[in-house]
């Protein structure tokens, strides 16, 4: 009776030691997934808003660089811009580092 009650017990950890694990990985997915909905998807949108922005730009628009310059658009290149920052002043910046577009905020 003794071996009995030792393989029952032994058989009882074992399916608590399952079932701890199982819960431990649907924990685990759970914060991937809470991760994914609250800051890997909208930095994705972020990104993809940006890119759409900057395929977009034309000559006129006002923007702003990463490093602060305003200007205006005066030549629209592939992967290259010419910035109007004052008059008969113009800069070439990357695609890249123009961050915002202020046409429809100043006046």
């Given at each position: 009776?003794?071996?009995?009650?030792?393989?029952?017990?032994?058989?009882a950890t074992?399916?608590a030691?399952?079932?701890?694990?199982?819960?431990?990985?649907?924990?685990?997915?759970?914060?991937?997934?809470?991760?994914w909905?609250?800051?890997?998807r909208?930095?994705?949108?972020?990104?993809?808003?940006?890119?759409?922005?900057?395929?977009?730009?034309k000559?006129?628009?006002?923007?702003?660089t990463?490093?602060?310059?305003?200007?205006?658009?005066?030549e629209?290149k592939?992967?290259?811009?010419f910035?109007?920052?004052?008059?008969?002043?113009?800069?070439?910046?990357?695609?890249a580092?123009?961050?915002?577009?202020?046409?429809?905020?100043?006046?």
């Amino acid at each position: 009776m003794n071996m009995l009650t030792m393989f029952l017990q032994a058989g009882a950890t074992g399916q608590a030691a399952q079932s701890a694990n199982f819960t431990f990985f649907i924990m685990i997915i759970l914060i991937f997934v809470i991760m994914w909905i609250f800051m890997i998807r909208p930095q994705k949108k972020q990104q993809k808003e940006l890119e759409n922005f900057r395929n977009s730009l034309k000559k006129g628009d006002k923007v702003v660089t990463v490093g602060g310059i305003h200007g205006t658009v005066a030549e629209v290149k592939e992967t290259m811009l010419f910035l109007e920052i004052d008059q008969n002043v113009k800069i070439l910046v990357d695609k890249a580092s123009v961050v915002k577009d202020f046409s429809d905020t100043q006046k």
